[in-house]
């Protein structure tokens, strides 16, 4: 939380996976259509890093009413690769990080650390 601050100063959802690099490389050349893009990692490694541990954590917890969880359950049932479930379940983990800080920030107009 200290290294992303204020949440608010990402326009959407899709910022914030892009200031961690989660976010896939455009491919804009009309004609084709790709199946698979890659990361962009374009932010901090270190935090990629720590939302990897963050989602091994997770898995390895089997929390059954944690949505990010669910949907790691589910994509690895669909044979997904390893680093692609959990690539997805990182971004998800963002989004709904992004969403409840958000939610709080807007209810309270500041956060603060203590």
Same mark, same amino acid.
Do not use: W
């Given at each position: 939380? @200290?290294?992303?601050?204020?949440?608010?100063? &990402? +326009?959407?959802?899709?910022?914030? $996976?892009?200031? &961690?690099?989660?976010? $896939?490389?455009?491919?804009? =050349?009309? #004609? +084709?259509? =790709?199946?698979?893009?890659?990361? $962009?990692?374009?932010?901090?490694?270190? /935090?990629?890093?720590?939302?990897?541990?963050?989602?091994? *954590?997770?898995?390895? #917890?089997?929390?059954?009413?944690?949505?990010?969880? %669910? &949907?790691?359950?589910?994509?690895?049932?669909?044979?997904? +690769?390893?680093?692609?479930?959990?690539? *997805? @379940?990182? @971004?998800? &983990? /963002?989004?709904?990080?992004?969403?409840? %800080?958000?939610? %709080?920030?807007?209810?309270?107009?500041? /956060? %603060?650390?203590?």
């Amino acid at each position: 939380m @200290a290294e992303i601050g204020d949440t608010r100063r &990402f +326009h959407n959802r899709r910022a914030i $996976t892009a200031f &961690f690099g989660y976010d $896939t490389e455009p491919d804009d =050349s009309g #004609q +084709h259509i =790709s199946k698979s893009r890659p990361n $962009t990692k374009k932010g901090s490694s270190s /935090l990629r890093r720590t939302l990897f541990i963050i989602i091994r *954590a997770i898995s390895a #917890q089997k929390p059954i009413d944690n949505p990010v969880y %669910v &949907f790691l359950d589910r994509k690895r049932s669909e044979g997904k +690769h390893y680093y692609s479930y959990m690539t *997805a @379940a990182a @971004a998800k &983990f /963002l989004r709904i990080y992004y969403a409840k %800080v958000n939610e %709080v920030l807007n209810e309270k107009g500041t /956060l %603060v650390c203590t």
